[in-house]
């Protein structure tokens, strides 16, 4: 499996239908994404807070990438300059640009 790294410490991990986006600055470690037919599919965060990453997971299954940026990206944790949502905006940018 090709592995792309990028400034900040992230690396994402292109895998066959999806792929993992390691992060840091968050309580998460890392993102599985997988979209099919366009749209996101499934999103599975590792560690973090479980409840409300499963809720945002539900909530963005079933939208457009683009959809889920605009509505995730710029969102803090707290005094972090990132939070979770947002990590997952980025990793989704990164994805639909290749």
């Not at 840091?24 to 366009?38: A, M, P, R, W």
């Not at 996101?40 to 479980?50: A, H, L, P, Q």
Request: charged fraction near 25%; proline fraction near 4%; aromatic fraction near 6%.
């Amino acid at each position: 499996m090709p592995k792309i790294c990028y400034n900040h410490s992230l690396e994402i991990q292109f895998e066959k239908d999806g792929f993992t986006y390691d992060i840091q600055g968050t309580c998460s470690t890392s993102i599985d994404v997988e979209l099919k037919d366009g749209v996101i599919d499934s999103v599975k965060f590792t560690g973090g807070c479980n409840g409300n990453l499963q809720g945002i997971s539900a909530l963005v299954k079933g939208m457009k990438p683009e959809e889920a940026i605009s509505r995730l990206k710029g969102i803090r944790c707290g005094f972090k300059p990132t939070s979770c949502p947002d990590q997952l905006a980025h990793a989704l940018e990164e994805m639909i640009a290749q």
